[in-house]
């Protein structure tokens, strides 16, 4: 697909708007519109926000949902781009439901809605998902990746679930969590590329940048 002259919309959480980067410019976002040509990347991203509706609110702008954040886009998108769930993992208080859900207050239901909401917002346009990738934990007490939450989830779960409605609704879906090449629990990994074991920096963001470049550019 070409991307140059095209609009793209990029919709996630605080990977999307470039947390961790020591300027806004090596964020995947701003360097995927450098290196393409696009018209316009629009960087919807808002760090701590997760897909599935909050069911116990924080009253900040972590209650913001993308399944709420999708309707207020700008309409004109050729390529909306997701990315997300790490948060859904992390601290989100939305259960992973059933594959039957069709409301933003699971997992799965939010998947769904989001996946609708946008298929109905842009019929012509290429939508896109990623999975998130893999993560550590920064702190004491935080949860790594294999730690299950309070559903009893790992972060794993969350990256089936995405593969399985993006599937559902026949919808490109670039796996992170299988190809980035970015692991933090390898230490070298961790060191070069994700200092905080949450956030690429500078260097990880370039890769993110390449892959999605990439992969966009192959549809």
Known sequence: MELKG?????????????GAVS???????NRIEAMSGATVCRNYGEGGTTIAKMQKPYGNEYDRDFCMRADSMDDDADIIVVLGGTNDFGHGSAPLG?????????????MHTLCLKLLNKYPTSTIVFITPNH???RIEGEKGEDTPNAYGAVLYDYVKII?????YYA???LDLYATSGIQPNVPIIR?????????????????VADKIYS????L
Request: hydrophobic share 35%; charged share 30%; aromatic share 12%.
């Open 215 to 218: 992969f966009l550019k192959a």
């Open 6 to 18: 095209k609009k793209i919309n990029f919709l996630g959480d605080s990977w999307t708007a470039g």
């Open 191 to 207: 060191e070069t590329l994700m200092p905080d074991g949450l956030h690429p920096n500078d260097d990880g963001h370039k890769i």
């Open 163 to 167: 593969r399985e409605v993006t599937q």
């Open 135 to 137: 993560r550590v934990a």
């Open 98 to 110: 059933e594959f039957s859900d069709r409301t933003p207050d699971t997992f799965y239901g939010a």
């Open 171 to 173: 919808l490109p879906l």
């Open 23 to 29: 300027d806004i410019k090596y964020a995947f976002v």
